[in-house]
């Protein structure tokens, strides 16, 4: 009996896993000490069920997430009731599984990235997290696990658009002598942008205003017959001009709806000269 027969030496209360020596002392009829070992099991975390916070980032061009600038509780695992009283205690009190919330000093997290460079409000993420706290473990013992971050309703994964280009303005030169439809890829009348960056896909662009000599561009023509942008690249159609002057003739002003960058507008001077010889 606790108090008669023995005392408690040490080692019968731990916080933390692993193996741990409990230590009695006889006393009355008894003398000597006596040792017994006893363990506490890690908590196990089902990789497949990660719940996470918010998990953003601006355009850059890379599908890399930087773990330093989220905040300090931004993952955690769902409990798996299924296994109360098999592979861990009971937490929750009732059915519904509650989440073991984690900071950023029980882990270490590499190859982390979206899984596209480009903006949008739908991406996934992955990673690869290695537990530093040992209180924890994956399935089967494993310090490390692959893991997939889908939204999970209030939770969102996402690429926000860049800012957009400061007063933007392109070139574009047509031919005296020459009637036809220009066909001009929007990369090349845009700023150039830097490293991996790309404006994406242009759905949603559109001619806005164009304001060019009537000589070259007939403004009242058919919808089919005026300037447009169709498929990312801005079509043209200017009159032949039976001139031999290299001069300005006027702008034309595109709404730019771009994938990775925030709408903008931007100014074409376009200029005519004469075209070269062959």
């Known amino acids: 009996q606790a108090g008669v027969d023995y005392e408690i030496v040490s080692g019968n209360q731990a916080t933390n896993a692993g193996t741990?020596?409990?230590?009695?002392?006889?006393?009355?009829?008894?003398?000597?000490?006596?040792?017994h070992t006893w363990r506490i099991e890690p908590y196990t975390l089902f990789a497949e069920k990660p719940a996470i916070t918010n998990i953003t980032k601006e355009y850059d061009g890379t599908d890399g997430i930087n773990a330093d600038t989220l905040d300090n509780r931004w993952l955690g695992f769902a409990e798996d009731v299924k296994n109360r009283n098999v592979l861990n205690p009971t937490l929750g009190g009732d059915e519904n599984a509650i989440t073991i919330n984690l900071t950023k000093d029980d882990f270490t997290i590499s190859n982390f990235k979206f899984d596209s460079a480009d903006?949008?409000?739908?991406?996934?993420?992955?990673?690869?997290?290695?537990?530093?706290?040992?209180?924890?473990?994956?399935?089967?013992?494993?310090?490390?696990?692959?893991?997939?971050?889908?939204?999970?309703?209030?939770?969102?994964?996402?690429?926000?658009?860049?800012?957009?280009?400061?007063?933007?303005?392109?070139?574009?030169?047509?031919?005296?002598?020459?009637a036809q439809t220009y066909t001009v890829d929007l990369n090349t009348l845009l700023p150039k942008l830097g490293g991996s960056r790309t404006y994406g896909k242009f759905d949603g662009s559109a001619v806005t205003k164009v304001e060019l000599n009537g000589d070259y561009y007939q403004s009242e023509a058919a919808d089919e017959n005026k300037a447009r942008i169709e498929d990312g690249k801005l079509l043209l159609p200017i009159q032949s001009v039976d001139s031999s002057a290299a001069s300005a003739i006027g702008t034309i002003t595109v709404r730019v709806v771009s994938q990775n960058y925030n709408t903008f507008d931007l100014t074409i001077d376009v200029s005519a000269a004469n075209k070269p010889s062959s």
């Open 20 to 35: 741990h020596t409990l230590t009695i002392e006889g006393k009355g009829n008894y003398t000597g000490t006596a040792t």
């Open 119 to 178: 903006a949008g409000d739908d991406r996934t993420a992955s990673f690869t997290i290695t537990l530093r706290n040992g209180n924890l473990t994956f399935a089967d013992g494993k310090r490390s696990a692959d893991v997939t971050l889908r939204d999970q309703g209030s939770a969102n994964i996402s690429i926000k658009k860049a800012v957009a280009p400061t007063d933007p303005k392109g070139a574009l030169t047509v031919y005296n002598r020459s």
